[in-house]
């Protein structure tokens, strides 16, 4: 089975940064899509960026455009979510996904939609105070 290992979280000042990583193994695919969701407290889980491993293709949500950069390594099935400027709305619990096979997010139209993913990882939390 896929198994998803998310990291990275903590706590950080608003306009800070955090690096989370994802590590995927069991993955039976070179071509497939990793996503990551958050799902702050009282709300429902959100797609925040995906990627594709074959050809780096992202989709990012709106509310992270320009702050969030997904990436990813491939020899290493680790994919990172870089957070810059980080604001306290951005507080959650965060978890990685995997889709395969996937071979691009060109096109896609709901890569953030949880129902495209099959393996979730445990989730990593950040907290971002004002």
């Known amino acids: 089975d896929v198994q998803l290992q998310a990291s990275g979280g903590g706590l950080v000042q608003a306009g800070g940064s955090l690096k989370l990583s994802c590590v995927a193994s069991?993955?039976?695919?070179?071509?497939?899509?990793i996503g990551w969701f958050r799902q702050a407290p009282g709300k429902e889980r959100e797609g925040v960026a995906c990627i594709s491993s074959s050809d780096g293709s992202t989709i990012y949500a709106d509310d992270v455009k320009g702050r969030f950069t997904i990436s990813s390594d491939t020899a290493r099935n680790t994919v990172y979510l870089q957070m810059n400027s980080l604001k306290p709305d951005d507080t959650a619990v965060y978890y990685c996904?995997?889709?395969?096979?996937?071979?691009?997010?060109?096109?896609?139209?709901?890569?953030?939609?949880?129902?495209?993913?099959?393996?979730w990882g445990q989730g990593t939390q950040v907290t971002v105070s004002s």
């Open positions: 996904a995997s889709r395969e096979p996937l071979l691009t997010f060109n096109g896609y139209t709901d890569g953030l939609g949880e129902y495209v993913y099959e393996y």
């Open positions: 069991g993955l039976t695919f070179e071509e497939y899509g």
